[in-house]
């Protein structure tokens, strides 16, 4: 018999067991896809009216995509069943379909409004019809049905009117990709949310739900295309037995509109193919190149190419047969054309032969090639000249290369910017950029404009983000790096998204709708980039951080193999001043620039005061604008990141039990590290640049707990990512 006093204790159990279950089932796995009821009487009524019954008319893997997320969308949001039908019955109809499969679509007459869409776009219309009223998402593609699917139930997860729909969306940039930089024994270089997604040791046969997880993500932000492998590249990713690994990621992905890339090993003629080199103008070379290209499309016949890293680094490239990178891209584009493929040739390159200042390095190289890639290459270029700092002037090719077409490549992953602990929401820093005035045309011409084509009428245009995701349970260890993964993609959508309206879906879409707590959330979102600059990197500053693993304060970096791997290179501090002379006095990198912007930027006062180191070296009590000395400024600068930390505390704290629990712990224990960070950063980098100013720390700022023998001294072992 069990006694009153067990009873009581099961009670108990189970209790804590429930309490425990909805603590666990807020990992953040969901991302913004999250679907929960929607908890508004007045919302609720007007979609369950208008989305009573789903009409999806005709088969496909794409179509069954887009019935599944709608019945599990609709479903959790709206709180009742959904049936998915081929026939409109009742009053009020969803339809979703292209006018070639949905005779229902084909009836409602949109094919003159869809003529403007494009391949990837839809339209979002409401219309009455034979007595009905129909909610309807049109495209002329299956996978422009599914992005209106997501941009539909968007509307719905944030809670906009659906009554009078007239929306008419497509994609501004063509290849909008993620790039993994996986490596085959799944660690992931600079990444910091745990493993590779790719399980490469139970592909083919085991697919795991977290690649169609991770495809409906995407596909919900419009990416559609992904790079599974490393820049720094392993050619047995192009052998047989990884093909028909590589062939399983792809079947999973294609429903969703993802295509799936590799990169190229450029010596991989030597090393797999068993020849003697890899020069690009040798015939052998080229015939390899040419079978290994027609073996991969026997496998994955919608194979979208190659993302290569040539000759930097280290990594193998045609200079090393004393060819040029063009002769190197067209090589494996003539491979790739006759099936469709592409080329994303990347412009990260430097080398330490050359006594150049490094910024200047991959327009050196790359400007005089422009007009001579074949058209299925693209050049990817970094938004900055040295190497995702948290600030970087845009980089001097955009503009400089109106013959060939310039991809965009941004660093989701944040190497530079506090790696997996610290909250920093990049969008504002990929819209500083996109909205950089290269003036390659005149007044007017932003990297915007360069990188969806319609500067200089680019046959072909791409954006990529080095993604931060991960076998992390909530995939980006940090919850607000979901934010940057979200915002990369509805960038690469569209750019001229604000990064506030961005930041306002994802945190309805990940949190909650309550207005403070949007608000307070967003307004920690906008200023998170701003505090890191000013932790890390003030006034122009860059690459000061840690040796290698970039992770904390290294100003002090030197005698490493080479120059521009140390951090002295980069600041020049002496007992005259600070900062990197990049003008006519100094490496002229400046000159790399249109005219209008060298006379903005050469001189110190007109140049913006965030680049202000950056091109130039200036003396301790250079006058900024603030009125107060430099030395004055960088530490009223660097105090000033750790205040907008202690800021972003104290908001989070305010918010305590409007949002679950588990993450609300997990984003406070990741803030104060954040602000151990930024001491940390702030006292180390004063310390140490004081003993070149030999001035004091302004009397109303906070001094260094400690000594600059001890901020050296640390030394961080296994930082991941590396
Ligand atoms: C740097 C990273 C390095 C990458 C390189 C690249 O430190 O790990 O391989 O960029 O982009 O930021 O190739």
Not at 126 to 131: F, L, M, P, Q, T
Request: aromatic content about 12%; charged content about 20%.
């Amino acid at each position: 018999m069990i006694g009153k006093k067990s009873i009581y204790s099961l009670l108990l159990l189970f209790v804590f067991l429930s309490t425990q279950t909805t603590a666990w089932a807020e990992d953040g796995y969901r991302l913004w896809q999250r679907y929960d009821l929607l908890q508004d009487k007045g919302t609720l009524k007007q979609y369950r009216q208008a989305l009573g019954e789903v009409v999806v008319q005709g088969s496909s893997p794409t179509l069954t995509v887009v019935k599944e997320e709608l019945q599990m969308a609709l479903g959790g949001l709206l709180g009742q069943p959904v049936q998915v039908t081929d026939q409109a019955r009742k009053k009020d109809v969803l339809v979703a379909g292209t006018p070639a499969t949905s005779p229902l679509i084909k009836s409602l007459g949109l094919d003159e409004q869809l003529k403007s869409v494009g391949k990837e776009g839809f339209l979002l219309v409401s219309r009455k019809s034979g007595g009905k009223r129909y909610t309807a998402i049109a495209a002329n593609s299956e996978v422009g049905v599914l992005y209106g699917t997501f941009h539909l139930l968007r509307m719905l997860q944030t809670k906009q009117d659906i009554s009078q729909l007239q929306v008419s969306n497509s994609p501004k940039i063509q290849h909008r990709i993620l790039n993994h930089w996986d490596n085959l024994d799944r660690t992931v270089e600079r990444g910091y949310a745990g493993f590779s997604l790719w399980d490469w040791h139970k592909l083919p046969e085991y697919i795991d739900q977290r690649y169609l997880d991770y495809a409906r993500a995407n596909a919900s932000i419009g990416i559609n295309g992904t790079v599974l492998t490393n820049v720094n590249a392993n050619s047995l990713v192009l052998t047989p037995e990884y093909l028909v690994k590589v062939k399983a990621l792809a079947d999973a992905f294609r429903p969703y509109g993802i295509k799936v890339y590799l990169t190229a090993r450029f010596s991989s003629p030597i090393e797999i193919g068993k020849l003697k080199t890899a020069d690009p103008l040798n015939d052998e070379v080229k015939a390899w190149w040419q079978k290994k290209v027609n073996e991969i499309y026997t496998y994955i016949p919608d194979f979208g190419g190659f993302l290569v890293k040539a000759n930097s680094e280290g990594q193998p490239g045609p200079q090393n047969y004393k060819r040029t990178h063009a002769d190197g891209a067209n090589m494996l584009a003539d491979a790739l054309a006759p099936k469709g493929g592409i080329v994303m040739w990347r412009a990260f390159v430097y080398d330490n032969n050359v006594p150049e200042d490094r910024a200047k390095q991959a327009y050196t190289e790359f400007k005089p090639l422009d007009g001579t890639f074949r058209s299925n290459v693209m050049v990817q270029v970094k938004n900055g000249a040295i190497d995702f700092q948290p600030r970087e002037p845009f980089h001097p090719l955009f503009g400089a290369m109106p013959k060939t077409p310039l991809m965009m490549e941004f660093q989701i992953t944040q190497e530079y910017l506090g790696q997996g602990t610290n909250l920093a929401y990049l969008a504002p820093m990929f819209k500083e950029t996109l909205a950089g005035d290269t003036y390659a045309n005149g007044k007017g011409s932003s990297v915007a404009k360069v990188i969806d084509g319609s500067l200089h009428n680019y046959s072909q245009t791409g954006i990529a983000g080095v993604s931060n995701i991960g076998t992390d349970r909530n995939w980006t260890s940090h919850p607000f790096g979901q934010a940057n993964w979200y915002a990369f993609g509805r960038l690469a959508w569209d750019h001229a998204l604000s990064s506030e309206d961005i930041a306002d879906e994802w945190i309805k879409m990940t949190f909650s709708h309550d207005p403070t707590f949007v608000s307070k959330v967003k307004q920690m979102m906008m200023g998170s980039r701003e505090a890191v600059v000013n932790y890390m990197t003030p006034l122009g500053l860059h690459h000061i951080m840690g040796w290698n693993h970039h992770y904390g304060p290294g100003p002090w970096i030197k005698d490493k193999p080479r120059a521009d791997w140390t951090s002295v290179y980069y600041h020049r501090a002496t007992e005259k001043g600070i900062g990197f002379d990049r003008t006519k006095t100094g490496s002229n990198a400046l000159a790399q620039y249109a005219p209008q912007v060298q006379a903005q930027w050469e001189n110190p006062a007109t140049c913006p005061e965030e680049f202000l180191l950056w091109f130039h070296h200036l003396p301790w009590d250079y006058k900024t604008k603030s009125g107060r000395e430099l030395w004055n400024e960088l530490c009223y600068r660097y105090s000033g990141g750790v205040d907008s930390v202690r800021a972003m505390q104290k908001t989070w704290n305010g918010l305590q039990g409007q949002v679950d629990q588990e993450r609300f712990k997990q984003v406070q224990m990741l803030l104060s590290m954040q602000e151990k960070d930024a001491k940390l950063w702030r006292d180390a980098c004063l310390l140490y640049f004081q003993t070149f100013s030999k001035r004091p720390i302004p009397q109303e700022l906070e001094k260094p707990a400690n000594t600059l023998d001890y901020y050296m001294s640390l030394d961080p072992k296994f930082v991941p990512g590396i």
